[in-house]
């Protein structure tokens, strides 16, 4: 029975959180390495894309609930999840139409567009912060758990609880269906099959009459709606705040350098491997130990390798260590 209880406790503390957050980061993940593979730079706006594309579906999520329309059981901010997409999508094709487009026609080194970047990310943060403040945002409604521990407890007779939140449920839903819908376009639609030729070589894609603008629209669109599908999953899990999204940066590059920079199953091992690892490194093991410990080796202490202060610290460490050691990372994406 306490063996049953510690596992208990690992899932609910560890296993399903980190499996949340593993998606979230998956999906952001791959924006960056679409980016990356189809347009050739690393893109340091994408977390404050993902917080513009939240915001927008949060402004929305406001209005549709201050009109007494809500989602049922489900949080409103599905509702508003489209118009957040398209507001993200019009801001990506601005950007890249008044920005991107001039170091494109100028053939500009990978190192320019990241400088570029970093331009974009400090203006669309600082727009984020001007419209929604700097501040914790809440904006889940609807049912909070789809199994609460106080169920999980009288259903099963156990002393730990299990407890779902529906943001999660609704994560991991939302990552299966999005990474399905997205290897579908990418391997069957003419378009995504462009977009593959053009990744894998510019030259011979421009030759067989695959037209580059084109490409790179389609690219800032699937990314535009990655990046708000994440930002908004995350937010609903956790909070909105305009600080966050910018530091998850880290982690988001850490799972496609992890993975392999370039590939999208890379992308998505990479955002579970860190989500796995922050959140083990985090946790303070002393409730799972009690369990399966015998009484005198039980530990006084928290058991926590690491305060949750510094969790970015552990993607910032496998980063480097992956950068060290495998350069191209677990699916042999392009070298960094």
């Known amino acids: 029975m306490d063996f049953l209880n510690a596992l208990v406790a690992f899932v609910n503390f560890v296993g399903v959180p980190a499996i949340a957050y593993g998606s979230q980061l998956a999906i952001g993940a791959l924006g960056v390495t679409l980016v990356y593979s189809v347009l050739r730079f690393s893109n340091f706006a994408h977390g404050d894309t993902m917080a513009f594309g939240t915001m927008i579906t949060i402004l929305v999520t406001w209005w549709l609930q201050s009109l007494g329309v809500s989602f049922g059981p489900l949080p409103t901010a599905l509702l508003a999840l489209p118009a957040g997409i398209a507001a993200t999508m019009a801001l990506m094709l601005f950007t890249d139409r008044t920005v991107y487009k001039f170091y494109r026609a100028q053939k500009a080194k990978p190192v320019v567009f990241v400088m570029v970047s970093l331009g974009v990310m400090f203006m669309m943060n600082g727009l984020v912060r001007f419209v929604i403040g700097p501040g914790d945002q809440r904006f889940a409604d609807g049912e909070r758990f789809l199994i609460s521990a106080r169920d999980f407890k009288a259903m099963t007779g156990l002393r730990e609880g299990l407890a779902i939140k529906t943001t999660q449920g609704i994560t991991v839903i939302t990552a299966v269906i999005v990474v399905a819908l997205l290897f579908w376009f990418l391997n069957k639609t003419r378009t995504g099959k462009s977009m593959r030729a053009y990744s894998d070589n510019e030259d011979l894609a421009l030759l ?124 042999k994406g392009k070298a960094v």
Request: proline letters at 6%; aromatic letters at 14%; glycine letters at 8%.
């Open 208 to 331: 067989s009459g695959i037209n580059p603008e084109r490409v790179v629209m389609y690219t800032w669109l699937i990314v535009a709606s990655l990046a708000t599908i994440a930002g908004v999953l995350y937010g609903l899990d956790k909070s909105f705040k305009p600080f966050t999204y910018f530091q998850l940066l880290l982690p988001i590059f850490a799972a496609a350098i992890v993975g392999g920079l370039g590939s999208p199953i890379g992308a998505i091992a990479g955002g579970f491997i860190i989500a796995f690892s922050e959140v083990t490194i985090t946790y303070a093991w002393k409730k799972v130990l009690t369990y399966v410990l015998p009484e005198s080796l039980k530990p006084d202490g928290l058991v926590q390798l690491l305060s949750t202060d510094y969790k970015f610290a552990v993607s910032f460490t496998i980063l480097v260590i992956v950068l060290l050691f495998k350069p191209t990372g677990l699916f």
